[in-house]
């Protein structure tokens, strides 16, 4: 079975650094696109980071210059280094994998995403 797990999250101040790992299993994710998304209580999922199998990546402008998307095929994990941390930095974080169409960070809501598979997410709280 298919299946996605965070790790990484936790609390930081404002400026300080966090890193979340994603662990793929029971499906070959090496040739599909895979992401970070996030959301924040009371707001829409967005999508924050994708990188394509190539290694090719996309971000968020919230989040461009301050976090980097990073994949390893051979263990079948992405990572999220965040930098910089801000407070509306905090929310769920998700992994994602597979949806079809573009590796790509779309706003708004995009159907697609919801098709590919998902793991249960893991917090980051940044306090000011």
């Known amino acids: 079975q298919a299946q996605l797990v965070e790790s990484g999250g936790g609390s930081v101040q404002a400026g300080g650094s966090l890193r979340l790992s994603c662990t793929a299993s029971g499906y070959s994710y090496r040739r599909v696109c895979m992401g970070w998304f996030r959301q924040r209580p009371g707001e829409e999922r967005e999508a924050v980071a994708a990188i394509a199998s190539d290694g090719v990546a996309a971000y968020a402008d919230s989040v461009k210059g301050r976090f980097i998307i990073s994949r390893d095929n051979l263990k079948t994990t992405i990572d999220l280094q965040m930098n910089s941390l801000k407070p509306e930095d905090t929310a769920m974080y998700y992994c994602?994998?597979?949806?079809?169409?573009?590796?790509?960070?779309?706003?708004?809501?995009?159907?697609?995403?919801?098709?590919?598979?998902w793991g249960q997410g893991t917090q980051v709280t940044v306090s000011s």
């Open positions: 994602a994998a597979g949806w079809p169409g573009p590796c790509v960070v779309r706003i708004g809501p995009y159907g697609a995403y919801d098709r590919g598979v």
